[in-house]
C-alpha cells in the first residue's frame, strides 16, 4: 500500500478527473493517424453516429473506411485492453501486499509468450487465427501452473510470488529455445511479443468483451475485501474475510483479465504498474476507488499511448509495449521519488 | 526461407545487430577476376577446368584450389543457384532453410547462426552463404575451407553475377552462363507481353502483417515490379533508415489504393496471409485491389529469394499486371 503525499481528490472529483482523461484520449486518438483525416469532418463523422444527432460531415466513403474500420475498433480495443491490465495490475497489487506486482506476473506473461510462439511455429497451418487463442489459454495455464507450484510451498503472498517468478523464468527459457529452433519465425514472434493493437478489429473487441466484464465485475465486487486484506492476513480473519479464498478468487479473476488483453495485443507492459499508482496519487490507497478508477485511466492511457504510436513514426508504427514502457518508466520513477512512505 | 532478402532487412530493424549484416545495404555484387561471367571470353574457365581458381566475392577474394565436390550451402538461393548449374552432386550438405530442389541434402545447418563445427564435420571443400555470421569466413580459413559470401542482390545484375560466379567456383560456368541467359529470355519475353510502361498503376507488396512491412521501387523487389512500369505505394513513407523496406500503417495502406496487392507472406509458414484473409481485414475492402481481385499470393519462397526460379515470380507478376490493366 502506497500513502501519496498532497492533496487527494473526492471520490466524485476523482471519478469525473479519469473519466474526462479517457474522454480526451479517445478524441485526440481518433483525430490523429497516417490517413490525414480532416479533423472537423470527423468529429462531424463521430457525433453523427450518437442516437437523434445528425450531421453532415464531409467524409468520402474511403476516409469513412478508415475512421469506422480502422481507427474506431483499434481505440475501442486499445481502451478495453489498458482497463484490464490496469485492474488487474491494480487487483494483483492488492492481493500481494506489494506495489511492484503487474498484470504479467506470476507466469502470465511468459505463458502467453509461450503459447503465441508454440501458435506461430507449430500451428502455422491453422492461420493467424490461432495465435490469439493460444496466447490466451498460455497466459491462464501460466498462472495456474505458478499458483499450484506456489500453494505447495506455503500460505505465503512472498512464496507464491516466488512461484510465479520462478514459473515465469522457466517458461520464457522454453519459448526462447523453440525461436532459437525456428529461426525463420522470429520476426512474427518478436512483433507479437513487442504488442500491437495494429490488427485490431469490431470482432476482437467483440470477441474479448465477455470475458472482461465478468473478470472486471469479479475484481471490482472485491474491493473492500482488499481494503481489509491490506492489514494482514491475522486481522483480515479477525474481520471475516477468508485470506485464502480471496486471493484465489481475485487472481483468478486479473489471470482472467490479463489474458483477455494479451491475446488480441500481445505483451504490452508497465499498465498494470503505473495506472495503478497514478490513480493512488490521485485518490488514495483505497481500493473501493483505486479499481474502478484505474480502469478509467488505464483505458485512457492505451489509448493515447497507442496515439503515439501510430503517429511519431508516420506512416509507421511503433511497438505499443516500447511507447508504453517508454512513457511508463519515467512516470515511474518520477512516483517512486514523489511518494512518501511504501508500506508493502 | 532465412536467407530471403525481406525477413533479413525487416528482422535487422527489430533485433539490430545480430541480423544487420545481411540487410540489403551489404551488397557487393559478385564478380569474377578472370571473366566477368557474361562475357564469353574466357574459353579455359567456360570448360570448367580452370582450378585453382581466384573469384571476388562479398567477403573479398576467395581463391578455390581444385574444383570443389564437398560443398556446404547456408543460403536457400545458392543452394538453388547449385543445383541449377549442375553442380549438385558436387553439394554434401545445405542448410535447414534450402527446400529447394527438394532433391538438396538438408541438414539442421543455419546460415543465420552457424556453428563451425557442425560445418567443419562435413569436411566440406568449400561453404557458401549469404552473410559471415559467427566468424564463419575467418573460422573455416584457419581450416583451410574457402567460403564465398553471395548476399541479398540488390539488383537482377547482382542475381545473374552471383549465378554466374557459383558456376565459375564449382566448374560449371557454361551451364550458369546458360541458366542465366534463359533467365533473361524468359523475364524478357514477360515483360513484352504485359508491357513495360502503366504509370497509373500502384502496387503494395506485403512482406509481413502486424506489423506491415514493404518494399520500395528501389529495392530488388521493387525493380522486378519495376520491369512493368508499377510504382510501390511505399515509395513515399521511405526513411533512409529504412534501407527501402519501411513499415506502413493500415491507414496509409488504404488511402494510398493500390491497384494490385502482392503477398509474399502468404504460405501458412510465412504468416498465412492468404488473399481471403486480406480481404478480410477491416477497411481493406475500400481498396481497389481487394475490390477487384488483384491480391496475389506469391510463392513466398521464390519471392524471398534471388535465384533461378525468378522468371516464376516474374511470370507470377505479369500475369497480375496484365489483369488489372486490361
Known amino acids: 500500500m502506497i500513502r501519496a503525499r498532497g492533496r487527494r481528490l473526492p471520490a466524485a472529483r476523482a471519478y469525473g478527473v479519469a473519466a474526462a482523461f479517457l474522454v480526451a484520449a479517445t478524441l485526440v486518438s481518433a483525430l490523429v493517424g497516417a490517413a490525414d483525416l480532416n479533423p472537423a469532418a470527423t468529429i462531424a463523422a463521430l457525433l453523427d453516429k450518437i442516437p437523434f444527432v445528425h450531421l453532415p460531415s464531409s467524409l468520402d466513403q474511403l476516409d469513412r473506411a478508415v475512421l469506422f474500420q480502422i481507427r474506431l475498433p483499434r481505440i475501442v480495443l486499445g481502451a478495453l485492453v489498458g482497463g484490464l491490465l490496469a485492474v488487474a495490475g491494480a487487483g494483483y497489487q492488492g492481493v500481494f501486499r506489494n506495489p511492484l506486482v503487474d498484470s504479467g506476473m506470476l507466469g502470465a506473461s511468459a505463458g502467453a509468450g509461450l503459447g503465441a510462439t508454440l501458435a506461430i511455429v507449430y500451428l502455422s497451418q491453422l492461420g493467424p487465427a490461432a495465435v490469439p487463442v493460444a496466447a490466451f489459454a498460455g497466459s491462464l495455464a501460466g498462472v495456474a501452473i505458478a499458483y499450484l507450484s506456489g500453494a505447495v510451498g506455503g500460505s505465503g503472498t512472498a512464496t507464491l510470488l516466488l512461484a510465479g517468478v520462478a514459473v515465469g523464468l522457466f517458461l520464457t527459457a522454453v519459448q526462447t529455445y523453440i525461436m532459437q529452433r525456428s529461426a525463420q519465425d522470429l520476426q512474427q514472434i518478436y512483433s507479437w511479443l513487442l504488442g500491437s493493437l495494429s490488427g485490431a478489429t469490431w470482432q476482437q473487441a467483440a470477441e474479448i468483451l465477455p470475458y472482461a466484464a465478468v473478470s472486471v465485475a469479479i475484481v471490482l465486487l472485491h474491493g473492500r475485501h482488499l481494503d481489509v486484506l491490506s492489514v494482514g492476513d491475522e486481522e483480515a480473519r479477525a474481520l471475516g474475510v477468508h485470506p485464502r479464498r480471496v486471493r484465489l478468487i481475485v487472481v483468478a479473476a486479473c489471470a482472467l483479465a490479463a489474458a483477455s488483453a494479451v491475446a488480441v495485443s500481445g505483451l504490452i507492459g508497465f499498465v498494470g504498474i503505473v495506472v495503478p499508482h497514478v490513480v493512488r496519487r490521485l485518490a488514495g490507497p483505497s481500493y473501493r476507488l483505486v479499481l474502478p478508477l484505474s480502469l478509467l485511466v488505464g483505458a485512457g492511457f492505451l489509448v493515447l499511448a497507442d496515439a503515439l504510436a501510430r503517429t511519431v513514426v508516420s506512416p509507421a508504427e511503433l511497438p505499443i509495449g516500447v511507447v508504453t514502457a517508454l512513457v511508463g518508466s519515467p512516470v515511474f520513477v518520477w512516483i517512486l521519488r514523489s511518494t512518501s512512505a511504501v508500506r508493502t | ?326
Open chain 2, 1 to 326: 526461407m532465412i536467407a530471403r532478402i525481406t525477413l533479413a532487412a525487416v528482422t535487422a530493424a527489430l533485433t539490430a545487430a545480430a541480423l544487420a549484416g545481411c540487410g540489403s545495404a551489404t551488397n557487393t555484387s559478385a564478380s569474377t577476376d578472370s571473366s566477368p561471367g557474361t562475357s564469353p571470353g574466357s574459353a579455359a574457365a567456360a570448360a570448367g577446368s580452370s582450378f585453382p581458381v581466384t573469384l571476388t566475392a562479398a567477403n573479398g577474394r576467395v581463391t578455390i584450389k581444385a574444383k570443389p565436390v564437398r560443398i556446404v550451402s547456408l543460403a536457400p538461393t545458392a543452394t538453388e543457384d547449385l543445383y541449377a548449374v549442375g553442380a549438385g552432386s558436387q553439394v554434401v550438405a545445405v542448410d535447414q532453410n534450402s527446400d529447394y530442389p527438394v532433391t538438396a541434402k538438408k541438414t539442421s545447418l543455419s546460415g543465420l547462426t552457424p556453428n563451425l563445427e557442425a560445418i567443419a564435420k562435413y569436411a566440406p571443400d568449400l561453404v557458401i552463404s549469404y552473410q559471415d555470421a559467427n566468424g564463419l569466413v575467418s573460422g573455416l580459413a584457419k581450416l583451410g575451407i574457402p567460403v564465398l559470401i553471395e548476399p541479398p542482390a540488390a539488383t537482377l545484375a547482382d542475381a545473374y553475377a552471383q549465378i554466374d560466379q557459383i558456376g565459375q567456383a564449382t566448374g560449371h560456368l557454361t551451364q550458369a552462363q546458360k541458366v542465366v541467359a534463359t533467365m533473361r529470355t524468359q523475364i524478357a519475353a514477360e515483360v513484352k507481353q504485359a508491357g513495360s510502361s502503366h504509370p497509373g498503376l500502384t502496387y503494395y507488396w506485403e512482406l509481413t502483417a502486424n506489423p506491415y512491412y514493404s518494399v520500395t521501387s528501389s529495392t530488388f523487389i521493387g525493380q522486378i515490379v519495376g520491369l512493368f512500369g508499377l510504382k510501390s505505394i511505399a515509395d513515399a513513407a521511405d526513411k533512409a533508415s529504412d534501407g527501402g523496406y519501411p513499415q506502413l500503417s493500415p491507414e496509409y495502406i488504404v488511402k494510398a489504393q493500390p491497384q494490385i496487392i502482392f503477398l509474399a507472406d502468404n504460405q501458412a509458414a510465412d504468416g498465412g496471409q492468404t488473399p481471403a484473409v486480406v480481404a478480410k481485414r477491416p477497411g481493406w475492402s475500400a481498396i481497389p485491389a481487394v475490390k477487384d481481385s488483384e491480391v496475389i499470393g506469391l510463392n513466398d519462397d521464390i519471392a524471398s529469394r534471388w535465384g533461378p526460379r525468378l522468371p516464376q515470380l516474374v511470370e507470377q507478376i505479369a500475369q497480375a499486371v496484365e489483369r488489372a490493366s486490361g
